[in-house]
Protein backbone atom coordinates (compact mmCIF):
# COMPACT_ATOMS: atom_id res chain seq x y z
CA UNK A 1 0.00 0.00 0.00
CA UNK A 2 1.61 3.49 -0.85
CA UNK A 3 1.41 6.43 1.01
CA UNK A 4 0.99 10.51 0.25
CA UNK A 5 1.01 13.50 2.22
CA UNK A 6 -1.36 16.25 1.57
CA UNK A 7 -2.02 19.80 3.05
CA UNK A 8 -5.62 21.21 3.85
CA UNK A 9 -4.77 24.17 2.78
CA UNK A 10 -5.35 28.04 4.25
CA UNK A 11 -8.43 28.73 1.83
CA UNK A 12 -9.97 25.32 2.19
CA UNK A 13 -10.05 25.87 6.36
CA UNK A 14 -11.26 29.18 6.03
CA UNK A 15 -14.06 28.23 3.57
CA UNK A 16 -14.86 25.15 6.11
CA UNK A 17 -14.21 22.66 3.18
CA UNK A 18 -12.29 20.03 4.68
CA UNK A 19 -15.10 17.55 5.40
CA UNK A 20 -16.24 17.66 1.85
CA UNK A 21 -12.70 17.13 0.77
CA UNK A 22 -11.90 14.31 3.26
CA UNK A 23 -15.59 12.81 1.92
CA UNK A 24 -14.17 12.59 -1.26
CA UNK A 25 -10.76 10.62 -0.57
CA UNK A 26 -12.30 8.59 1.75
CA UNK A 27 -15.80 7.77 -0.81
CA UNK A 28 -12.22 7.11 -3.31
CA UNK A 29 -11.44 4.09 -1.02
CA UNK A 30 -8.40 5.99 0.25
CA UNK A 31 -7.39 5.46 4.41
CA UNK A 32 -6.35 8.29 6.58
CA UNK A 33 -3.27 6.86 8.74
CA UNK A 34 -2.19 10.47 9.88
CA UNK A 35 -3.97 13.52 10.60
CA UNK A 36 -3.08 16.89 12.88
CA UNK A 37 -3.50 20.14 12.31
CA UNK A 38 -0.75 22.77 13.00
CA UNK A 39 0.73 26.21 12.12
CA UNK A 40 3.27 26.25 8.95
CA UNK A 41 6.69 27.99 10.50
CA UNK A 42 8.60 30.18 7.89
CA UNK A 43 11.66 27.23 8.19
CA UNK A 44 9.19 24.55 7.59
CA UNK A 45 8.01 26.20 4.87
CA UNK A 46 10.97 27.61 3.31
CA UNK A 47 12.41 23.55 3.30
CA UNK A 48 9.15 22.66 1.78
CA UNK A 49 8.95 24.67 -0.88
CA UNK A 50 12.74 24.61 -1.49
CA UNK A 51 12.19 24.69 -5.23
CA UNK A 52 10.51 27.95 -5.39
CA UNK A 53 12.10 29.88 -2.26
CA UNK A 54 14.24 31.82 -4.90
CA UNK A 55 11.56 33.09 -6.76
CA UNK A 56 10.17 36.42 -6.42
CA UNK A 57 6.63 34.96 -5.41
CA UNK A 58 7.80 32.84 -2.55
CA UNK A 59 7.18 35.78 -0.09
CA UNK A 60 3.15 35.38 -1.34
CA UNK A 61 3.34 31.45 -0.72
CA UNK A 62 5.22 32.01 2.22
CA UNK A 63 2.34 34.71 3.79
CA UNK A 64 -0.68 32.55 2.56
CA UNK A 65 0.70 29.21 4.01
CA UNK A 66 1.29 30.87 6.95
CA UNK A 67 -2.10 32.66 7.53
CA UNK A 68 -3.89 30.38 9.38
CA UNK A 69 -3.66 26.22 10.82
CA UNK A 70 -3.66 23.99 8.22
CA UNK A 71 -4.55 20.24 8.75
CA UNK A 72 -1.71 17.90 7.36
CA UNK A 73 -2.44 14.41 6.46
CA UNK A 74 -1.40 10.92 5.41
CA UNK A 75 -3.43 8.80 3.18
CA UNK A 76 -2.90 5.40 2.53
CA UNK A 77 -4.32 2.85 -0.73
CA UNK A 78 -3.66 1.62 -3.84
CA UNK A 79 -1.96 4.25 -6.33
CA UNK A 80 -2.97 6.89 -3.91
CA UNK A 81 -0.09 9.49 -5.21
CA UNK A 82 -1.44 9.60 -9.13
CA UNK A 83 -5.21 8.96 -7.71
CA UNK A 84 -5.08 12.02 -4.91
CA UNK A 85 -3.83 13.73 -8.07
CA UNK A 86 -6.42 13.06 -10.23
CA UNK A 87 -9.01 14.19 -7.77
CA UNK A 88 -7.52 17.29 -7.28
CA UNK A 89 -7.55 18.51 -10.70
CA UNK A 90 -4.11 20.87 -12.27
CA UNK A 91 -2.25 23.12 -9.73
CA UNK A 92 -4.20 26.27 -11.40
CA UNK A 93 -7.99 26.03 -9.89
CA UNK A 94 -9.42 28.10 -13.05
CA UNK A 95 -7.92 25.25 -15.59
CA UNK A 96 -9.63 22.61 -12.92
CA UNK A 97 -12.29 20.92 -14.63
CA UNK A 98 -16.03 20.72 -12.32
CA UNK A 99 -16.09 17.57 -10.25
CA UNK A 100 -12.53 17.83 -9.31
CA UNK A 101 -11.59 19.57 -5.94
CA UNK A 102 -9.72 22.34 -7.03
CA UNK A 103 -12.27 22.61 -10.03
CA UNK A 104 -15.22 22.83 -7.46
CA UNK A 105 -13.56 24.66 -4.75
CA UNK A 106 -10.06 26.19 -5.66
CA UNK A 107 -9.99 29.86 -7.05
CA UNK A 108 -6.55 30.07 -8.19
CA UNK A 109 -3.17 29.02 -8.68
CA UNK A 110 -1.74 29.40 -5.40
CA UNK A 111 -5.72 28.94 -3.50
CA UNK A 112 -6.13 25.52 -4.57
CA UNK A 113 -7.36 23.98 -1.70
CA UNK A 114 -4.95 20.87 -1.13
CA UNK A 115 -1.46 20.20 -1.39
CA UNK A 116 -0.46 16.78 -2.62
CA UNK A 117 2.41 14.90 -3.12
CA UNK A 118 3.52 14.71 -7.19
CA UNK A 119 5.17 11.66 -7.05
CA UNK A 120 6.01 8.14 -4.86
CA UNK A 121 9.70 9.61 -3.83
CA UNK A 122 8.39 12.87 -2.69
CA UNK A 123 4.74 11.85 -0.92
CA UNK A 124 8.13 9.61 1.73
CA UNK A 125 9.98 12.69 1.95
CA UNK A 126 7.36 15.21 2.52
CA UNK A 127 5.50 12.27 5.38
CA UNK A 128 8.64 12.45 7.06
CA UNK A 129 9.37 16.51 6.65
CA UNK A 130 5.57 16.85 8.53
CA UNK A 131 5.22 13.75 10.37
CA UNK A 132 7.26 12.03 12.88
CA UNK A 133 7.37 8.00 12.35
CA UNK A 134 5.05 6.74 15.31
CA UNK A 135 1.93 9.39 14.13
CA UNK A 136 1.46 7.45 11.30
CA UNK A 137 0.02 4.22 11.23
CA UNK A 138 -0.67 1.55 8.55
CA UNK A 139 -3.67 -0.23 7.95
Not at 38 to 45: M, Q, R
Request: charged letters at 25%; aromatic letters at 8%; hydrophobic letters at 40%.
Amino acid sequence: MQKTFVIYKPDCMQQRHVGVVLSRFEAAGFDVVGCKMTCLSAALLREHYAHVADKPFYPEIEAFMSSRPVIIMALQGEGIVQKVRDLLGPTDSRKAAKGTIRGDFGTEMMKNVVHASDSDENAGIELARFFKPEEIHSL
